[in-house]
């Protein structure tokens, strides 16, 4: 059996393709069949008042574009333009790699990819922060 297998722990909330999902009171394994599902964690989003960084509002956008809670060309705008704001600021090739790869899903509509790709300067742009403080 393929797809995204999700372990849930009790209660916990997950959101595929917009829909809001909650998990009974024991631990759960559910099997995504469906190719190119929206899936996210809760527990992992980013709720409105974390988005205060660069990078944070960027991801903040893509997780508004997958809920459906964004006009799509809308969204994809502003994420186009603040991936290559961001683009600006990260000059490691790791970085700027993770950056193409979410630019080039979302272009392709890959909403899921690019978000994922973003979310892995979330670390980097933590300790650039800590060191310029």
């Known amino acids: 059996m393929s797809g995204l297998v999700l372990k849930l722990r009790p209660a916990e909330r997950i959101m595929i393709n917009g829909a809001v999902i909650e998990n009974g009171d024991r631990r759960t394994r559910l099997n995504v069949l469906t190719p190119n599902a929206n899936v996210l964690r809760l527990r992992d989003a980013i709720h409105p008042e974390e988005a205060n960084t660069p990078v944070r509002r960027v991801c903040y956008i893509a997780q508004l574009l997958l809920a459906g809670e964004a006009e799509p060309n809308k969204a994809r705008a502003q994420l186009t333009q603040g991936i290559e704001q961001l683009g600006q600021v990260f000059s490691d090739p790791v970085s700027r ?24 300067l979330l670390p980097v742009e933590a300790e650039l922060m800590a060191a310029s403080s």
Not at 97 to 120: I, M, T, V, W
């Open 97 to 120: 790699g993770h950056l193409r790869d979410a630019r080039d899903n979302l272009q392709s509509e890959n909403d899921y990819q690019a978000l994922k790709f973003l979310r892995f």
